[in-house]
């Protein structure tokens, strides 16, 4: 079954720091790869998404993201962080024969020190 | 343009009493997907939707749950019987054109819909 992990739980980090949230899927071909925000009370916001084509994706509110293949990996990036960016990031996958299932890491949740 | 709406936001049941969910997709949208979030997880994906059509119920527990998508209105995820083990937040998305393209449609999600079992 595909898996999607996010190993760091927890994040701090003060503002204006650079941010980097790690994310590694399971599927073995071609995945179609996404970032998800939630803020408080909120849904979910996408950020960015990878299908195919440059590995470098550039999102919304400054992220970026990045598919290295050879690690199976997906993280995101902000080169300086806003108090505003304090929220839940989830990664998650698409692939496979159910391109409509949305598999989901569990998250990593994000704190900006002032 | 209006994102995804879901009611209520905040549901509050005791054991064994039902549990509606309503969703309402984005305008152009007649796809709907049903997730659910339990405490410090990830969203599972529950259900897949058409107008009047089930694609996919595969994440749907086999017993109390159902959905539906009819020709007017929302769509609707219902509970029966709720347990304490229901707690969470359930969160549809919808999306303009078949689930099944490659590469996929974005899917939109809703603010969600936080319920409690009392």
């Known amino acids: 079954a595909q898996s999607v992990t996010q190993p760091d739980i927890h994040i701090t980090v003060s503002e204006g720091a650079s941010l980097e949230l790690r994310c590694n899927y399971s599927y073995g071909a071609t995945p179609y790869l996404f970032w998800y925000v939630q803020s408080p009370g909120q849904g979910l916001q996408l950020l960015l998404k990878y299908f195919s084509g440059d590995t470098l994706v550039q999102g919304i509110k400054g992220f970026e993201a990045e598919f290295k293949r050879s690690q199976s990996s997906f993280n995101l990036r902000k080169p300086s962080v806003h108090w505003s960016d304090a929220a839940e990031y989830f990664c998650a996958e698409n692939s496979g024969g159910s391109n409509y299932k949305l598999t989901f890491g569990k998250g990593t949740l994000l704190t900006v020190n002032p | 343009n209006a994102g995804v709406m879901q009611n209520p936001r905040h549901l509050v049941r005791r054991r064994g009493q039902e549990a509606r969910l309503r969703c309402s997709p984005m305008?152009?949208?007649?796809?709907v997907y049903w997730y659910r979030q339990l405490p410090e997880e990830g969203l599972k994906f529950m259900v897949y939707l058409q107008k009047e059509n089930i694609i996919d119920e595969s994440g749907m527990p086999k017993e109390r749950f159902s959905a539906e998508f009819p020709k007017e209105g929302p769509s609707i995820l219902r509970i029966q019987q709720v347990v304490r083990g229901d707690s969470a937040a359930y969160f549809c998305a919808s999306s303009p054109t078949s689930g099944g393209r490659s590469p996929p449609d974005t899917q939109y999600f809703g603010p969600g819909t936080r319920l409690t079992v009392l």
């Open positions: 305008k152009g949208h007649s796809h």
